[in-house]
């Protein structure tokens, strides 16, 4: 894959924070089923990967013929991914099988239930913005874990704590490495290595200590690739039709850090009459959707020109995804979720303009 394009999948962070142990080809494999399941705009929880695109991802001949593709697939789904909720950690599968489609030189992969729901709901429980131009150059599996892990946080940290024993947990080698030099030297510092030599992170580590044990890390992480993929502009020219989706900075409704984020959202005015709500351009909607989204965002103010930003890019990213005119109901719920983290992503731009500009009045 050209290590232009902008081929973004919308990770669930649940996805990020589950735990799996898989080989690098076949986390690249997985991903490639993201983008897929995810491109689609349906319920339909197959589908096609073609020879060819099996090839832009495996390099080398002897792993990217029929039949190694095929073992390949084979071992995905006989591999587990564990998902954490409140009552502890649940085993699921990757796939539940593939078939090889030899008139039309495609895997067609039926994903497991889990997974499908997850990929489609992304925007319901937050999300990080994984580009497949950098995750399908890592070689080494860690630093593929790696990846996820810190850009699930590197939009609103710069300094991301791991502990030591939940690292292990998640990248399933809890057994392996009881000195702590050896975790550090096989695993930690070979995958900060790669991400480093990207070119699109520049990370440091700090070890903290409880007694004389360490107990966690500290990440501190310059993430230089984009967590959005056009401009506020509306320039999207370098990003391909299929893709035509924003990616915002992840949120956890759980994480206190962004509490304050959220709070400038849901408090943003008094509430407004209904019938004096602003909408910045009313053409777009059907009269249904219209009610709905007067009742819905009643106590945003699109009058501030942050909001009313968030408003078009929404519109915009519903219209190129769905190939609409309008937005129908069949549309509003995914135009609903990406108003939502657009107003995040405008609120924390707003804020930081703000200091910004009392900084400047300081020093003046």
């Known amino acids: ?29 997985f991903l490639m089923l993201l983008y897929k399941l995810q491109k689609n705009n349906d319920d339909v929880i197959k589908c096609e990967i073609s020879h060819e695109e099996f090839k832009t991802i495996i390099k080398k ?55 499908h729901t997850y990929i489609k709901n992304y925007l319901d429980t937050g999300y990080t913005p994984i580009n497949l131009a950098i995750f399908f150059g890592l070689i080494n599996p860690n ?18 704590n791991y502990k030591v024993d939940d690292l292990k947990e998640l990248l399933m080698i809890e057994g392996k490495y009881d000195r702590y030099n050896d975790f550090k030297r096989r695993i930690v510092v070979p995958a900060i290595k790669e991400l480093n030599e990207t070119g699109y992170f520049d990370i440091d580590f700090k070890e903290n200590k409880v007694g004389r044990k360490v107990d966690s890390i500290d990440f501190i992480v310059q993430d ?58 009313e053409s777009v909607f059907t009269t249904g959707t219209l009610r709905s989204f007067k009742l819905d965002f009643k106590s945003i103010d699109f009058k501030n020109q942050y909001m009313e930003k968030a408003f078009n890019d929404a519109v915009m990213i519903t219209f ?8 129908k109901a069949v549309s509003y719920k995914f135009f609903k979720g990406t108003l939502d983290n657009k107003i995040i992503e405008y609120r924390i731009e707003e804020q930081q303009d703000i200091k910004h500009r009392q900084e400047m009045e300081m020093l003046w």
């Open 61 to 115: 001949k002897q792993t990217s013929s029929i039949d190694s593709i095929s073992n390949l697939l084979v071992n995905l789904r006989k591999q587990s991914i564990y998902f954490k909720d409140e009552e502890g950690w649940g085993e699921y599968g990757f796939i539940n099988g593939f078939k090889y489609i030899k008139s039309r030189k495609t895997f067609k992969i039926e994903a497991s239930k889990e997974i």
């Open 143 to 160: 630093a593929q874990r790696f990846y996820d892990l810190l850009r699930l946080w590197s939009g609103t940290k710069s300094i991301i």
């Open 1 to 29: 894959m050209d290590r232009n394009e902008k081929n973004i999948v919308m990770k669930n962070n649940i996805i990020i924070k589950a735990k799996y142990n898989i080989s690098t080809l076949e986390n690249r494999i």
């Open 224 to 281: 230089l690739d984009k967590r959005k993929y056009f401009s506020k502009d509306d320039v999207i020219n370098e990003i391909p039709n299929s893709m035509l989706e924003d990616v915002v900075i992840p949120y956890d409704e759980r994480d206190s850090e962004n509490q304050d984020i959220i709070s400038l959202y849901s408090n943003d005015i008094d509430q407004l009459d209904r019938k004096d709500i602003f909408v910045p351009d």
């Open 320 to 327: 190129d995804k769905d190939n609409v005119e309008s937005i």
